[in-house]
């Protein structure tokens, strides 16, 4: 069935920058999907930071807005999560989400990748 991958995590120094990706597995219909990034830090709640939908209509939550973009090639199957003037708050496990609204369908998750952000 559909699989999505992370990939791209790592440690990074505060206000350097990372880019993430999340591969969609062919099972996924991927062009027809919603896709969202979300992390969790340990003993945290996991937050939803941003979407894009299959229109390519964005949103982000204020704790990231103007520093990270969120981005999709249907081509390739992938969306990335460019992160720039990372923050020490920012470190987490970093997932992908996959769903489908207008007809609604399986949602997907990724395992996550762990980003580092430290001196």
């Known amino acids: 069935q559909g699989q999505l991958v992370e990939s791209g995590g790592g440690l990074v120094q505060p206000g350097g920058s990372l880019r993430l990706s999340c591969a969609a597995s062919?099972?996924?219909?991927?062009?027809?999907?919603?896709m969202c990034w979300y992390r969790q830090a340990p003993g945290k709640q996991r937050e939803l930071i941003a979407t894009?939908?299959?229109?390519?209509?964005?949103n982000y939550a204020d704790s990231v807005k103007g520093r990270f973009t969120i981005s999709r090639d249907n081509a390739k199957n992938t969306l990335y999560l460019q992160m720039n003037s990372v923050r020490p708050e920012d470190t987490a496990i970093y997932y992908c989400?996959?769903?489908?609204?207008?007809?609604?369908?399986?949602?997907?998750w990724g395992q996550g990748t762990q980003v580092t952000v430290s001196s």
């Open positions: 989400n996959a769903q489908r609204l207008s007809p609604p369908g399986r949602e997907y």
């Open positions: 062919s099972g996924i219909m991927f062009s027809r999907y919603d």
């Open positions: 894009i939908t299959s229109g390519r209509s964005t």
